[in-house]
């Protein structure tokens, strides 16, 4: 038993130095949300607490991001949600996609799929009233350029 509870030790020490990177590309501000469309600064803090850390070049890594296995979890969800919608390649987008997206945003967050329930005891505050919903929702409902 000693044995099996030291290779899993050691595989798991081994694991500290493989895995996918952290990594936070760099910001054109120029196709950035901000640059493209009206963003009310409630609705910006709302993004910013409780969608930047997936869905944007802005991850703020915490302390169990760097401890594998739990680090590719974390890394995983960073990278599906960027893919999915980055808030920081907005600009990226054609407009198509933007009300998409914006349709999707609001049906997300009515549904309680977003911001993921794995992430929200992790960050306090970052789970949405029904306040923060209703915002979320008309916003994505104005007319975008």
Known sequence: MRWLL???????VIAQFFGPAK????????????????VDPKVAAILDRSCKDCHSNKTE????????PVSWFVIDHVDEGR??????????Y???QRRDLLRDICA?????SMPLSSYTPLHPGSALTRDDIMTIC???QKPQK
Do not use: C, M, R
């Open 83 to 92: 893919i999915h919608l980055n808030f920081s390649e907005w600009g990226t």
């Open 108 to 112: 997300e967050v009515k549904q309680g």
């Open 6 to 12: 030291l290779i899993g030790v050691g595989l798991l």
């Open 138 to 140: 008309e916003w994505t």
């Open 23 to 38: 990594t936070n590309p760099v910001i054109d501000q120029s196709q950035a949300l901000e640059s493209h469309t009206q």
């Open 61 to 68: 890594w915490p302390w169990y991001s760097h401890v594998a």
């Open 94 to 96: 054609d407009l198509e």
